[in-house]
């Protein structure tokens, strides 16, 4: 974990964490869709794991919603589809190395909004910058404006939930810990 996070004193089990998250992306993908909160992903993984596991862990996020996305979502396998999806997988991984920058640049409670916002910026940025490199009309940028405010505030509350899920998973096994080792009356 990294030592400048908010979230770095966590007892979590590593394994059981990442799995966590892997499970709530599966379960979010179908609400969410083509508006996946990859970026608060991107900025918890960068909290609270190390750089490798963190940047797996955001890969593997990906992957479960573009897998969702293609076989049970019905999106259309088209070259331009697939395109997509592979820069968003990039976007994520960059989203990733963006909070973690930010992790290692602050610490506390300003560092883990400091990671969300820079995970969030660098990802509407490149999507936007993609967009514009593969030939979307003028109307993307009036689209990814209009769109904007929804997409912070829906990001902004899964990066909670999930901080929220940390927190709660931490103190969960230090209360179990603290009961474990306390002494028993016969």
């Known amino acids: ?52 596991d963190a940047l797996l862990l955001s890969g593997g996020v990906w992957l479960a919603s573009q897998t969702i996305a293609f076989a049970s979502l019905h999106h259309h396998m088209t070259d331009v589809a697939l395109t997509w999806g592979v820069a968003m997988g990039v976007i994520t991984l960059l989203s990733c190395e963006a909070a973690g920058l930010a992790t290692r640049r602050m610490k506390g409670l300003v560092g883990a909004g400091a990671a969300f916002v820079a995970a969030f910026v660098v990802y509407k940025g490149l999507v936007f910058g993609f967009g514009v490199a593969m030939g979307s009309s003028a109307g993307h940028l009036d689209s990814l404006l209009a769109t904007l405010p929804r997409m912070f505030l829906i990001n902004a509350c899964v990066f909670a939930g999930l901080g929220a899920l940390y927190t709660l998973g931490s103190a969960a096994r230090r209360s179990g810990e603290a009961v474990a080792l306390a002494p028993r009356h016969v």
């Open 1 to 52: 974990m990294t030592t400048a996070s908010f979230f770095a004193s966590s007892p979590w089990p590593r394994s059981l964490w990442i799995g966590s998250l892997i499970v709530a992306s599966v379960l979010l993908s179908p609400a969410f869709h083509c508006g996946f909160p990859l970026a608060a992903f991107a900025a918890v993984a960068a909290l609270t794991l190390d750089r490798r």
